[in-house]
Every structure is written in structure tokens, then in C-alpha cells.
């Protein structure tokens, strides 16, 4: 389980990245977030933020075209 | 408003030049996404791309000298002969059709993208000379940008990772 789910299923780019960040905003450091998507550009967009922001991808997943991305806030 | 280059954050400028509906989607998502990710952003809107300042935005799309442009349609692609392209109604008919399409992909509108961007604390510059040159009146614009010139941009450049022009 984690701290707080966020879905953003049906957003086009850039709107996932942009509610992430301001739900990872409101989060303490160390919580978790899973964000639900289904823009496949997602996948590598989420890879690439966290590499820039300096939080944790802890897994990113794929269940029949729902993306699962789990975010550990560090950054 | 801080001035570009405080903090220790790597920074984007970029020059906003083009103000209809389809040219207004790159500078605004790539500053928001740019905040969203750390960095400092400034954003110089000047000539056309001034117009996406104003309170009232309504933004269309011409499909004239655009032939790249092809729009989905009943499964297909369709072009747009610039012949056609010249007569009344077209450009309100494909802007129209993008709005649409817009709402239908989840797409946000550039209303929403130009709110995330003061929220995220985007510099926003908008051109004196263009606001002479057009005549625009300050109480027609949103608050917040600062007026400036191209000194007042290419300081914030020389400052930045990133500058790009659209």
C-alpha cells in the first residue's frame, strides 16, 4: 500500500507529471505515491523525472494498458 | 518577482513567438513540465506569441501554409489544400475540430497549462515593444509577468542550460 494514490487514467501529457509533482508536493519525505495512467508516454516520462528530481521509482507496471507508477518521495 | 539565476537550479528560457492554439501547446507544456521537475523557467512572449498573455484567450488554428497539418477524421487523415484553406469558415471549422480532439484525448486546455505555470512560479516576460507595437493596453493582460525587453532576456539566457525558441 501506499501514502496516497493518484489517478490520472484518460490525462494527456504533460498532466500526469504535472499532478504527480504536486501531489508529491504535499507529501512528506520518505511517503509513497502510485499514480495511475494510461498515456503510454508515461512510461518513459516518469522514468526520466524521477532520474531529474531525485525521487525513487520503486516500480512501474502495466495491467492491461493501466500504467502503475510507485514513487518513493526523496527528491 | 526573483530575478532568473538565485537558486541553485538548473533553469530553461525560452522565447514565445507564435500565439495560435496549436503553437501555444510547446512552450507552455514544456515550462510546466520544466517546474515540475526543478527548474527555473522563464518565459519571453513577444510579436504573436505576446497574445497569449491577454486575460480572454481565444486562440484558433489556420490551416493555411500548413501542410504538415493533417487532422484525424472518420479513420482517415485529412489535408488541407491551401486553396481551401483560403475560404471563409475553414479556420473556425479546423479550430472546431482540434478543440474537440483536444477534449476528447485528455489533452489539457491552454488555459489550464498557463495557470499551472504561474502556480509553479514560471517567469513570465511579456515584451514592451510588442505591447506598443500592437497596441496592447496593460488591463488586458494577466498580472503577474514584468515588461522587458530583449536585454531583459538574453540576461536570463546567458544564465540558463536551456533556451529555445518557438
Redo the contacts between chains.
Sequence with gaps: MTDQVLDAKGLNCPLPILRARKALNGMASGATLQVLATDPGSVKDFEAFCRTTGNELLSSSNENGVFSFVIRRTG | MAEAGAGNAKRMSMIVTKGTLDWAYPPF?LA??AA???LEVTMFFTFYGLSLLKKKLDLGISTLGNPAMEMPMMGMHMKMPNLVSALPGVDTMATTMMKNLIKK????SIEELRQ?AID?DVRMIACQMTMDLFEYKPEDMIEGPVLGGAATYIETATKSEINLFI
Excluded: E
Aim: net charge positive.
Design positions: 507544456i510546466t513540465t515540475a521537475m526543478g484525448k485528455g489533452v489539457a499551472a509553479s
